[in-house]
């Protein structure tokens, strides 16, 4: 009975074995069950409970729809290998290979050839695994090339090649090093003009590399990379490259957690690039937690959008570094280097050149980092050049220079430079140049810093030039440049940086030969630079010498960029104008009349940085009530300096005679009649011109930054005296001014008889309509002679001990 019993078990293990033999070939032969244009080739082949082999290959060939197979090593089993194939134009190339508990291997291979449309891989070595290998290829034109490689718990290789050749669409690939694992590798390939090209490499909690490329090659849309290395893993690198004019380049590389110190340890970096006029060249270059580097280059090149880096160096790690370039004309170059936790660097460049209209810049050295150093460029026109540099936390340097250059039309230029927490430094400079609205710079060096020093420039007709230099719980020194108060330690008002005349910044070159139409090279700042400008033929020279008959050629190397004819003598209708008895016409157009006494002196402008005064001449004929009043002398003061024009006394008037005379802080100068025909300053913020623009009687006078005078000496003529009965005697000619003013860089609160009517707002009280509207004002306006530059409401004053005595 035993012995019966015994045969039946041992009989029911041979069955099973025979089933499981003939289960097993059954299998196998069913994966070639669909050749020639079959629609499927289906296979499963299982290798449960610690057996050796589950392999198996699926095959759809020749335009067969689905070729898919499951090859799978369950508990413990050593290798679960598939291959899927769909050769031709067939559709689906699937395949899934397992290797599940401890196994070695999970290897699979997708491969969807000719035009076909899927080639999809996955291979998956699960729970501690050697290798999780998987293969997805789409050839010829197919759509989709993907691929997945996991290599989880502590297994060694995830790695996953996806490749979209010739157009295809996609070209996928994820690979995984999960749990310890050493590698997790990744390629993603959309070759010739395909959409996409993605990989993600990731290796989580100890393994050693992340690493990821994308390609988009040919015009592809997007090459975008993201590799990770989590957890004290060596590296994390990315490459996402869109060449051609791809739209996207995209790259993230992470270096995460503890990294050690080893040579190429703690490395997250990240290339991003989109040539040749793609969208974007994005990257992200992260260091977390004591990894050495977070660098980041992200390109675009030749007028694509965008060019962003952004490159971390988080905890303590020692670099976080970034360049973000928008060239050619691209909309944004934007850039940000973090130093955080005690790092050593946090460095940034973001550059928007040829017109780009962001050029951002993020540099910061966190809790005792030595460096927050921050460059952004807004060049030729941009709109912002932004940079902000910060040194926290006991720091030595934070440094940042914002500079919307592009001079004459860029909006904004700022910079913060920030040395918080016993830092050195803590400098900025922001620069808008040329007309731009807004030029700031803020320096601060806090909790017993060193310096703080702040610059901000708003130069060539800028609205706002700020600088803000704070020395704060006694810092050395505190500077601010700029037109706000600054905190400065030693308590004295700053002087404005020097003044950039953009307009008339130019080398004279060789003019042209045939025409002798002269040329100059410009030298401002802007889309200008290095430009040369050719008079027109209407005016070949610069400076005529038939004055009253020839226009002179204006070049202008500010914003405008041009060469135009304009006639070089004051106009006594145009705004700004100064003539006959005397005359005005205000800023605001209006035309009005000012009474004055002889032989007095009246503020014409009073502001900030600039004060001018005139003295009147005359004479009061029997009868009337009021002087008649011209003006003999102009005096033009600015900082410690004084200019002085005025007409001779002569008896009798000659054209040939020169009537015009002037002085120079007090000594007088004489103006060439040959050559250049002028006479040159340079102070130390200033650049002082009197110009001959006739032989004799007709000069331009300039203060850079300040001022340009256009001034012609004039006699009261035989008709004029007999028209308006001013009985004038025969020996004197009462040789006067005719002046027409440009004013620059005026405040809101200019006072003086000229002066007030450029304020905003501004309604003049003369009458409308009628053949003399006159302007009341003498007692406001009186000074105690032509050089001082006091009176009931004037505001400019000199430095309390540079003061120049003229007389």
């Known amino acids: 009975m035993m012995a019966t019993r015994r045969l ?45 082999n589950g392999n198996i290959d699926g095959n759809g060939n020749a335009g067969g729809t689905n070729g898919n197979a499951n090859g799978n090593g369950n508990a413990g089993g050593r290798n679960g290998n598939a291959d899927g194939n769909g050769n031709g134009g067939g559709k689906n190339g699937n395949t899934n290979g397992n290797v599940n508990d401890g196994g070695k291997s999970g290897n699979a291979n997708g491969n969807g050839n000719g035009g076909g449309k899927n080639g999809n891989g996955n291979g998956n070595g699960n729970d501690g695994g050697k290798n999780g290998n998987a293969n997805g290829n789409v050839n010829d034109g197919g759509k989709n090339g993907n691929a997945n490689g996991n290599a989880n718990g502590g297994g060694k290789n995830g790695n996953a090649n996806g490749n979209g050749n010739d157009g295809g669409k996609s070209g996928n690939a994820n690979g995984n090093g999960n749990g310890g694992g050493k590698n997790g590798n990744v390629n993603g390939n959309g070759n010739d003009g395909g959409k996409n ?32 290395g989590n957890d004290g893993g060596k590296s994390g690198n990315a490459n996402g490259n869109g060449n051609g004019g791809g739209k996207n380049g995209n790259g993230n590389g992470n270096g995460n957690d503890g990294a050690k110190m080893e040579m190429q340890m703690g490395t997250g970096n990240a290339n991003g ?88 810049a993020n540099g910061n050295g966190n809790d005792g980092g030595k460096n927050g150093n921050a460059n952004g460029n807004g060049n030729d026109g941009g709109k912002n050049g ?71 420039n708003g130069n060539s007709g800028g609205n706002n030039g700020n600088g803000n230099g704070n020395g704060n719980s006694g810092g050395n020194n505190g500077n601010g440049n700029g037109n706000s108060d600054s905190n400065a330690s ?27 139409q002269e040329r100059s090279l410009c030298q401002a700042r802007g889309k200008c630079l290095y430009k040369i400008l050719t008079c027109p033929a ?44 005397p005359r005005f016409v205000g800023g605001d157009g209006v035309m009005f009349y000012f009474h004055g006494s002889k032989g007095s002196d009246y503020a014409i402008v009073s502001d900030e940085n600039l004060h001018i005064n005139a003295h009147l001449i005359g004479t009061r004929p029997q009868g009337r009530t009021r002087d008649y009043t011209w003006v003999q002398a102009l005096s033009v003061m600015f900082d410690s300096h004084t200019l002085v024009i005025a007409a001779k006394k002569l008896s009798h008037w000659s054209d040939s005679v020169d009537a015009i005379l002037f002085k120079w802080n007090g000594t007088p100068i004489s103006i060439p009649r040959d050559g250049e025909a002028e006479w040159r300053a340079d102070t130390v913020e200033r650049v002082v011109t009197v110009e001959r623009t006739d032989d004799v009687n007709t000069v331009r006078v300039s203060v850079t930054g300040l001022v340009e005078l256009d001034i012609r000496a004039v006699p009261i003529g035989e008709e004029e005296n007999r028209v308006h009965n001013y009985q004038l005697p025969n020996d004197d000619a009462y040789a006067h001014l005719e002046t027409q ?66 007389a």
């Open 8 to 52: 039946c078990i041992l009989l029911a293990f041979v069955m099973l074995f025979i089933s499981l033999e003939v289960s097993s070939i059954l299998a196998q032969n069913s994966g070639n069950a669909s050749n020639g244009g079959g629609r499927n080739g289906n296979a499963n082949g299982n290798g449960n409970a610690g057996g050796n």
């Open 197 to 228: 090209g993605n990989a993600n490499g990731n290796r989580n909690d100890g393994g050693k590399n992340g690493n990821a490329n994308g390609n988009a090659n040919g015009g592809g849309k997007n090459g975008n990379a993201n590799g990770n």
């Open 273 to 360: 690039n989109g040539n040749g006029g793609g969208k974007n060249g994005n990257v992200n270059g992260n260091g977390n937690d004591g990894g050495k580097n977070g660098n980041a280059n992200g390109n675009r090149n030749d007028g694509g959008k965008n060019g962003n880096a952004n490159g971390n160096a988080n905890g303590g790690g020692k670099n976080g570094n970034a360049n973000g370039n928008g060239n050619d004309g691209g909309k944004s170059g934007n850039a940000n280097g973090n130093g955080n936790g005690g790092g050593k660097n946090g460095n940034a460049n973001g550059n928007g050149n040829d017109g780009g209209k962001n050029g951002n």
């Open 386 to 456: 932004n940079a902000n540099g910060n040194g926290n936390g006991g720091g030595k340097n934070g440094n940042a220079n914002g500079n919307g250059n592009g001079n004459d039309g860029g909006k904004n230029g700022n910079a913060n430079g920030n040395g918080n927490g016993g830092g050195s430094n803590g400098n900025a400079n922001g620069n808008g140049n040329g007309g731009g609205s807004n030029g700031n710079g803020n320096g601060n060096g806090n909790a017993g810093g060193n310096n703080g020093n702040g610059n901000g």
């Open 490 to 516: 030693n308590g004295v008002k700053q002087k404005r940086p020097p003044y950039d005349a953009a307009s008339t910044n130019y080398v004279v070159v060789t003019p042209l030969p045939n025409t002798g």
């Open 538 to 581: 209407e005016c070949p020279q610069r400076k005529p010498k038939k004055n009253k008959k020839n226009k002179g050629c204006f070049v202008d190397c500010s914003s405008k960029c041009e060469a135009t004819c304009k006639w070089r003598r004051p106009k006594c209708n145009g705004y700004g104008s100064l003539c006959y008895d």
């Open 741 to 806: 003013f440009k004013l620059l860089d005026l405040s809101e609160g200019v006072e003086g008889i000229l002066g007030k009517t450029y304020r905003p707002g501004y309604v003049s009280p003369a009458k409308r309509g009628v053949p003399m509207p006159m302007v009341g004002g003498e007692d406001d306006y009186f000074t105690p002679s032509l050089y001082s530059p006091s009176c009931k409401v004037c505001i400019f004053q000199r430095p309390s001990s540079d003061a120049v005595a003229v």
